[in-house]
């Protein structure tokens, strides 16, 4: 069943019964991130990042009640989520131990080689960004000769970085620094985030700025700033969604918020494709390990389309929805994926490895706070691209390319800043006291 048909056939129809659903949904899973959250900060950061799993959630809820799909389906949605939260639950204790040892800790960062490193980061983004729409013209910018180009996956490592780098500059470079960083990095970001045409790019900033606060929890003007733009830039977020579904659908105000609140309940999409017409027992079993590596092979084009073709969940999911060479398609939750590759019990293990590895980044990541550039560049680069596990399972197989890439040219600036920068020049001492 399409999404066309859910909301005409089985959403619009019983929308009272869905909204209860939401709620109760949202209260459950505001206790559970209550419960391992080392603070409020930290809990507004996962809520927005996780809140497609609410809407998704709601979603297998609502089906279920209305027997729309099996029992099979539902009790292996709940048995992989239950066991995937509890073991994180688990260590909600480590996570406290870690963030009470770090917020007292100071870091010490090499001014003048942070600020080299920041804007080359910054240039090559620039760089990327232009070749990815101007070059190749495309809003994915994933195809060049089919599978995703060389050119997306080098942005997936070089726009944390830089987003990262330019926060980290304004915050603790000097005037100078500041006023070379700032027109070089946020003119271009929203020019391309304008041609990109984003309605999530206000959020992902928000999101992206409260990351950077857990990591400088000690610095008190990060946190004031931060806050101060949090109500802005979630405003912005919000009428920036509307205005571009207004602009791209030319259609009235009313209209587009419907379509954004449609946005939402269609998080849970994939589930409304893989279990109403039983499409997920229809997929051919094939190699997670294929499924794993094959993204980053036809990132180095090491392989053709067809390999990548052969695991790719979301695609497989639209062409049996709506037929043979569609494109896209929703982001594969770990309950879908581990269904996919290792059937019912399969599943519940591949949720206990899903959580565990969310639990190793979140343990990085509690231990680069407040620690030197160097630490918390690598805490944020993980947690962008590990911490939405949960939500979007792909993130696994893009993961392996990325972190090569990642590695080879943050080794490569790393050896050549200390190269030109010895490690006596003046350093940058930050103090929780005195910031």
Known sequence: MNLYGFFSTYLLPNIDLYFKVLLIVALIYLIIYKMF?????????????YLGVVFSTAIVT?????????YKYFINFLTTTIVFYTIIISFSNKFKNIYNCRKKEYAYSNDKSVFIFSLLCIIFFIILQYMRIEIIGERTAATKGGGTGIITRLLTVFSPIAFFSFLYI???????QRIIIFPLFVIPYVYFSLLNISKSA???????????????????????????LTIPLLVFGIFGGIIII??????GFIQAVYLLLQRFVAYGDVYIYAYIDKNIDNFEQVSFLKYLF??????????????????????????????????GGPNPRFNIVGYAFFRFFGSILFSVFCALLFVIVRCIFLGSINGS????????FLFKNLSDIEQDTSVLPRFVATFVLFFIFYSLFDLCINF????????????????
Do not use: H, W
């Open 202 to 228: 206000f959020i992902n900033i928000l999101i992206m700025l409260y990351v950077f606060l857990l990591l400088n929890i000690g610095n008190k003007k990060v946190q004031v700033t931060v806050k101060k």
């Open 246 to 251: 207004i602009l791209t659908a030319s259609t």
């Open 294 to 327: 094959a993204d980053g092979l036809r990132t180095f084009r090491l392989v053709d389309i067809s390999y990548v073709n052969d695991v790719e969940i979301p695609g497989k999911l639209m062409n049996m929805v709506y037929g043979a060479g569609t494109t």
């Open 62 to 70: 609502f089906l279920f009640i209305l027997k729309i799909i099996e």
């Open 170 to 176: 304004m915050f603790y470079g000097n005037s100078k």
């Open 373 to 380: 550039f160097q630490k918390q560049l690598f805490g944020f």
């Open 420 to 435: 030109c920068m010895p490690i006596n020049k003046k350093r940058l001492i930050l103090y929780e006291n005195n910031i």
């Open 37 to 49: 959250c080392v603070n409020i900060e930290d809990m507004i950061t996962l809520i927005a990042i």
